[in-house]
């Protein structure tokens, strides 16, 4: 396409459009395209998360952190006894939405070693993850849930003492 001597794009004999007239026609257009694929809806990027662990090593529960994150937020945990230099575990999960799965990296360490693994989650799926060098050596047991749903609400209510239960009171005089 021919450009005019004054910078226009010419279109047709006796009409033409100067590039300043063209970039504010297709301008915000362009932006609105843009934001739409950019962004990632705000329900998606802070959704509250629940996390239930355990962690396995040859075949040995060694712990069972149950967490609440944030997708897009690293979320960290450890466990050290007191008095301790090196903690018994180190764990780091990144959650991340993307769409109806949340994309998740585990960092997992512990004094003999450690692990790392990706995957995807749906709300309220459950995997296990190998992160050893040989299966059963390093073993992770993890459920993903979105604080905000039915389903969480029911494992809250499951793990809630019912009512007309006696609780262990203590008292000394």
Known sequence: MPWGRRGGLKLDEGSTMDRTSLLKKWLPGLALVLLAFVSTPAQARNEPLYFALEVRRDGRLIAQPKLLGEAGRTLRAERRRPGATVPDYRLVLTPKGEGDSF???????????????????????????????????????????????????????????????????????
């Open 103 to 173: 994309q998740l990296q585990v960092d997992l360490s512990l004094p003999e070693g450690e692990g790392h693994s990706q995957l995807a989650l749906l709300h309220g799926q459950e995997r296990k993850l190998q992160l050893g060098r040989v299966p059963g050596e390093l073993e992770v047991s993890l459920l993903l849930m979105k604080v905000d749903s039915p389903e969480f609400r029911a494992l809250m209510r499951l793990t809630e003492p019912a009512s007309g239960t006696v609780k262990t009171v203590s008292s000394s005089i």
